[in-house]
């Protein structure tokens, strides 16, 4: 049998490095070329923002900024700021003082359980049981906020304040604040609220601009779930422009910001900021079937909201008074070959017109269940998205020319829209 010489120790450990050494190298371009197949060119690594290398070690951070990077370049989740945190840190730094708490407290009364009049009950309870059972409850809740301007101007949603009789602001410093509800608007689920500042001049978050957001971009969801104070959640834009339809929240007008940044109750009208800390979303829906996915109103919408909020406490809205969904002439044949199908459709792409709701301007003009809506003012309709927004621009109390089919029949109906009521 051969007997190989064993290895000195000073051999033993060279060759450790080494092969350390050799691993390290091999993971970090592993790493490196992963980022590239990950990450488009903008999302690549700043110099300032990886650690000095030398050596041997150059070769991957070479590799991964071989792609031009553009100055508003996104920065990576092992940046660090020239303060030496991560941007995740200085983005919450800098949002932080300006979100809020809000507590609402709301009194409700109850109607008796009919129970109670009956007379076999009333005989082994008495007739006084009735009167000892409390009429009226109180309801506390609770959500968060964010200040936008310095005179104490805050935004929330408007399910957070909704029909409270007391609101309460709470600063992250522990001051506290008396709010008043400026105005509230069921359909963006978007509320303003007014703090009396003394004078004193509070802390304004930054506003960003949601139209200059993509998908893949950074969010940073900050809020108060739980009751508990700045509670932070790091994710990515998911989608743009996801509608209120296709998220299933149907009574809703409004196209939201998607994002995995985890979403939790008490989140509910804190800030959704991008890495600079600026705030591009309001956090807002939550789908209870969901995992990992939340909804934020684009923060540009907001301030169109906000205005009018401000100004008449309400947002004037017009209707036609119709529940709808979009419709493929595909879609429809697959319904009329079921024997089981409540009706027959029409075969046309267009909007389906699934209810009229009774006293409105769709009922007054003839519209019936059943009809497609194909054409607004000579221009086709594609979804029920494009009809919505067709009538919140047409504005209240003008007339639309709406061709529509019914059964086999090509009609058209003038719709005069009107105001919707009752909305905050």
């Known amino acids: 049998m051969n007997h190989h010489p064993r290895p000195s120790r000073k051999a033993r450990r060279s060759w450790q490095q080494l092969t350390t050494h050799a691993i390290a190298l091999a993971m970090g371009m592993v790493m490196t070329l992963g980022s590239l197949r990950v990450l488009p060119a903008w999302a690549a ?65 109850r109607n008796l359980d009919p129970i109670f009049d009956d007379p076999f009950f009333r005989r082994f309870f008495g007739d006084d049981i009735a009167g000892s059972m409390p009429r009226e409850e109180l309801q506390r809740g609770q959500g ?8 104490g101007i805050i935004l929330t949603n408007a399910h957070v304040v909704d029909k409270a009789d007391t609101v309460k602001v709470t600063l992250t410093d522990g001051r506290e604040f008396e709010g008043k509800v400026q105005g509230a608007d069921r359909l963006t689920d978007l509320a303003v609220i007014k703090v009396n500042t003394k004078g004193k001049a509070l802390p304004a978050a930054a506003l960003g601009n949601s139209g200059e957001i993509q998908v893949g971009d950074w969010a940073i969801a900050v809020g108060n779930p739980l009751g508990l104070n700045n509670t932070v959640t790091l994710g990515i834009v998911s989608t743009l422009s996801r509608s209120s339809s296709e998220v299933g929240i149907s009574d809703k007008r409004l196209d939201f910001i998607q994002t995995d940044a985890a979403i939790n109750p008490g989140n509910s009208g804190g800030p959704l900021v991008n890495a600079n800390g600026e705030v591009i979303g309001i956090n807002t829906a939550i789908r209870a079937d969901a995992m990992g996915i939340g909804f934020a109103i684009p923060i540009n919408k907001a301030q169109e909201i906000e205005t009018q909020l401000l100004r008449d406490g309400k947002v004037a809205r017009p209707y036609v008074g119709i529940q709808m969904v979009s419709l493929t002439a595909k879609d429809a044949k697959e319904n009329n070959a079921d024997p089981n199908a409540d009706f027959i459709i029409p075969e046309v792409d267009g909007v389906l017109v699934v209810r009229v709701l009774p006293n409105t301007p769709a009922a007054k003009a003839g519209i019936r269940r059943g009809d497609v809506i194909t054409q607004i003012g000579g221009k086709a309709v594609a979804t029920a998205a494009d009809l919505q927004e067709r009538v919140e621009k047409s504005g209240i109390g003008n007339a639309l020319k709406m061709q ?17 009521e009752n909305q905050g």
């Open 404 to 420: 529509l089919r019914r059964r086999s029949q090509n009609l058209t109906i003038t719709v005069t829209t009107a105001e919707l």
């Open 45 to 109: 690594p700043l110099d300032d923002a990886l650690p000095k290398a030398s050596g041997t070690e150059a070769a991957p951070i070479q590799l991964a900024q071989r792609s031009p990077i553009s100055p508003k370049a996104a920065p990576t989740l092992a940046a660090v700021s020239p303060t030496g945190h991560s941007f995740v840190a200085d983005a919450v730094q800098k949002i932080g003082p300006s979100v809020v708490r809000i507590d609402t407290e709301r009194t409700i009364t």
């Open 144 to 151: 968060s906020g964010f200040i936008v301007d310095s005179k």
